[in-house]
T-cell receptor, first 112, second 114 residues
Framework: DGGITQSPKYLFRKEGQNVTLSCEQN?????MYWYRQDPGQGLRLIYY???????QKGDIAEGYSVSREKKESFPLTVTSAQKNPTAFYLCASSPGTKETQYFGPGTRLLVL | DQQVKQNSPSLSVQEGRISILNCDYT??????FLWYKKYPAEGPTFLISISSIKDKNEDGRFTVFLNKSAKHLSLHIVPSQPGDSAVYFC?????????????FGSGTQLTVLP
């Protein structure tokens, strides 16, 4: 079964703590993306990666970091510098960057 | 500055009738448009897309219309079914440049009443 998996489904962060959200795909897609969704708003791009070992900032990259060491994995770290991290985080992938993006189920991050 | 706008936050339609969801954009560089459907606490699911060389694309009950001069696109669902109740996002991108980032609208909550 090909698809995109995100874990965990829910994640709690304490003040000053870094947390990492997992995103894995077995679709053999080259490009991967991280979006954030806030209530009543559309999806905003945090980071994207076109190929392994390469990634670019999106519209709201401050307070986040990513890595792309493997084609199938694109983890997102929410650092303590992100002052408003509570949101629904969505990972997506596409065969190439000019093709339709397909989304994972999302991770909801809450701050304690 | 919102480059992709969905001005109706919600829409209610009777089962069996047509649902029309609208989307406006401001960036003339956009040449590829997509509609996604999203249920609560799930990721968006791709529905249908259209490129700027077309003005209509149809897939089963779903049809997307593009009016380039008005910078407007719409998604028609006929006939509407209760399972269509979800948030619908339109997204736009540009095929030019090295990468295509998608810009999303804020979504429209569609409720199909039985």
């Amino acid at each position: 079964d090909g698809g995109i998996t995100q874990s965990p489904k829910y994640l709690f962060r304490k003040e000053g703590q870094n947390v990492t959200l997992s995103c894995e795909q077995n679709l053999n897609h080259d490009a991967m993306y991280w979006y954030r969704q806030d209530p009543g708003q559309g999806l905003r791009l945090i980071y994207y990666s076109q190929i392994v070992n390469d990634f670019q900032k999106g519209d709201i990259a401050e307070g986040y970091s990513v890595s792309r060491e493997k084609k199938e994995s694109f983890p997102l770290t929410v650092t303590s510098a992100q002052k408003n991290p509570t949101a629904f985080y969505l990972c997506a992938s596409s065969p190439g960057t000019k093709e339709t993006q397909y989304f994972g189920p999302g991770t909801r991050l809450l701050v304690l | 500055d919102q480059q992709v706008k969905q001005n109706s936050p919600s829409l209610s339609v009777q089962e069996g009738r047509i649902s029309i969801l609208n989307c406006d954009y401001t960036n003339s560089m956009f040449d590829y448009f997509l509609w996604y459907k999203k249920y609560p606490a799930e990721g968006p699911t791709f529905l249908i897309s259209i490129s700027s060389i077309k003005d209509k694309n149809e897939d089963g009950r779903f049809t997307v219309f593009l009016n380039k001069s008005a910078k407007h696109l719409s998604l028609h669902i006929v006939p509407s079914q209760p399972g269509d109740s979800a948030v619908y996002f339109c997204a736009a991108g540009s095929m030019s440049g090295s990468a295509r980032q998608l810009t999303f609208g804020s979504g429209t909550q569609l409720t199909v009443l039985p």
